[in-house]
């Protein structure tokens, strides 16, 4: 759950109310910052991306331009360079014989967008590789594959051109070429708008288009883009608070947004966080505000995917420091702000509020990360219901809210998923953490009686990759999935340590538009000796 404050000078901040997160709950914890802009901060965005430790490409990868990020701002210790190279491995060890990357391993499905991620995602690790020579080889069979491939997106060639540019390939004419097609549209795009500002997806094309030609320094066509990028703010709208009634409010980051759906914008959710890695004689007006557009947009976002926090963390680490004068002061106790600008609050002042004071010319605004137990304990439907079902042993099925465990028994979960919504998306993740006290077991049980539950039907859909990980199940579905499709999971589970635990909702959404999702509803285990 985010929460935000804005105010200035001195500002008495009212206590801190969460309609979804137990505040009360001793395993509950509240992370605030302190910005001149909305939403999340670096090390928020790189913790959001270590609570994904799915092992798909694109996860991987951005798990680890996560942790480069941070390092690159506040230095690398043993530790973080060692998580680093668990991911730099993780990659390579997806990497086919043909150079290409499968998706969740080297025998998996190649998805043409994640190439050029993940090769740009080595070449950023390779100056913290413990095992240089292999990682060298690594991103060398892997610009030979994208050099040769035939990409169906013609902003995903721009942008695997403008790596190959960066890596010494000569790609001069691919990238001219496929930006001259992108500016010989624009004229018959913009009579197709009212106000004749281009689309977002448009403006994602171009800002990967001027990223490729800064590679190749082709100055007239960066001017050529910069002076539509120019129109383009000249006519963006600005923002407004959905929920704010006045300054001295926690409101919800997500609630800001422009006055009309289809408003002329800058953000680029796609490719505006390539800008940072321009030249500064190329970095124009525009540019940056491209860039801090697509940060705070990212920021405010409640849902957010892995990729999208990766991006947001490239576009924390390239910003300046704008508050290393600000002199802050809460409850009229003075201190100094770190390099993640975290304040430090104890629940107590959050719960009761508090007097903030600042010395910043600049409106600021106090941002929450509350990461803890629910309030309800009821399954959620946004596009998804999933029920999750226990049965013991022998197949019976677990029908209570609380219930006792012997350890070493065995109980089989099942995940009955069915689609509620009409959206056709693919790159479905069903992921099951483990509750405290069970571990996943490879063996063998008797079937559950799924008729008990009234469920009689096979899966509509096939799984294309399922895992059991040390802290839970996951699943992956690549294929879309239409309306009231079904499918049907399951595992096998042991009790080993004694107590009363927590059995949370499994999870579902689309990957790469994670407000899309369901949850199902929560219980409770108790845990015995035999």
Not at 493 to 499: C, D, K, L
Request: glycine share 6%; hydrophobic share 35%; aromatic share 10%.
């Amino acid at each position: 759950d985010k929460n935000n404050w804005l105010g200035r000078s001195i500002t008495d901040v009212p206590s801190l109310v969460s309609t979804e997160i137990d505040l009360n709950a001793p395993d509950t914890v509240v992370e605030v910052s302190i910005a001149p802009s909305l939403g999340i901060n670096l090390k928020q965005a790189v913790g959001a991306l270590n609570r994904y430790p799915y092992g798909c490409i694109e996860q991987t990868s951005s798990g680890l331009r996560g942790l480069i990020a941070y390092a690159e701002v506040h230095g690398v210790n043993d530790d973080l360079r060692s998580k680093i190279n668990v991911g730099i491995n993780g990659i390579l060890r997806k990497q086919k014989n043909n150079g290409a990357f499968g998706y969740w391993d080297k025998y998996s499905s190649i998805y043409d967008k994640y190439q050029p991620y993940a090769i740009e995602t080595l070449q950023m690790a390779l100056p913290f590789a413990d095992n240089k020579e292999a990682t060298v080889e690594g991103i060398s069979n892997g610009l030979e594959a994208l050099y040769r491939m035939d990409l169906g997106d013609p902003s995903i060639r721009l942008y695997s051109y403008g790596i190959l540019a960066n890596s010494g390939y000569e790609v001069t004419t691919r990238i001219r070429y496929e930006t001259d097609r992108l500016l010989n549209r624009i004229p018959e795009s913009w009579k197709s708008q009212k106000k004749l500002g281009i689309k977002q997806q448009e403006l994602d094309s171009f800002a990967v288009a001027y990223w490729a030609a800064s590679k190749i320094n082709d100055d007239e066509r960066m001017s050529r883009i910069n002076s539509i990028f120019l129109k383009q703010s000249s006519l963006a709208e600005p923002e407004r608070f959905g929920e704010m009634k006045d300054k001295t409010t926690w409101f919800n980051p997500a609630s800001t947004r422009y006055n009309t759906s289809n408003v002329t914008s800058l953000y680029a959710p796609r490719f505006g966080y390539l800008l940072p890695d321009i030249p500064e004689k190329y970095t124009t007006a525009e540019i940056l505000q491209i860039r801090e557009k697509t940060k705070n947009s990212f920021a405010k976002k409640r849902y957010r995917s892995t990729i999208d926090n990766a991006k947001l963390v490239t576009l924390f680490a390239a910003e300046k420091e704008v508050l290393e004068s600000a002199t802050i002061s809460i409850d009229g106790k003075n201190f100094e702000l770190n390099k993640d600008r975290t304040v430090a609050l104890s629940k107590d002042q959050l719960l009761r509020g508090f007097t903030i004071r600042h010395n910043s010319n600049l409106p600021l605004s106090l941002n929450a990360e509350l990461i803890g137990p629910r309030k309800s304990r009821t399954a959620i439907d946004n596009g998804y219901t999933i029920r999750k079902l226990w049965f013991d042993a022998e197949g019976k099925y677990v029908d209570r809210q609380v219930f006792t465990a012997q350890q070493g028994e065995l109980f089989t979960v099942v995940l009955h998923i069915n689609k509620s919504s009409k959206n056709r998306l693919g790159d479905l993740l069903v992921t099951d953490l483990l509750p405290a006290g069970f571990e996943i077991e490879d063996a063998i049980v008797s079937p559950p009686s799924l008729s008990t539950v009234g469920i009689f039907q096979k899966s509509d859909v096939e799984v294309d990759y399922q895992a059991n990980m040390d802290d839970r199940f996951v699943a992956h579905f690549e294929n879309s999935w239409y309306k009231n499709d079904k499918a049907l999971l399951k595992y096998v589970v042991r009790a080993v340590y004694t107590g009363e635990v927590q059995i949370g909702g499994a999870h579902i959404e689309h990957m790469y538009s994670p407000e899309i999702n369901g949850r199902s509803g929560s219980a409770r285990a108790l845990v015995i000796e035999r």
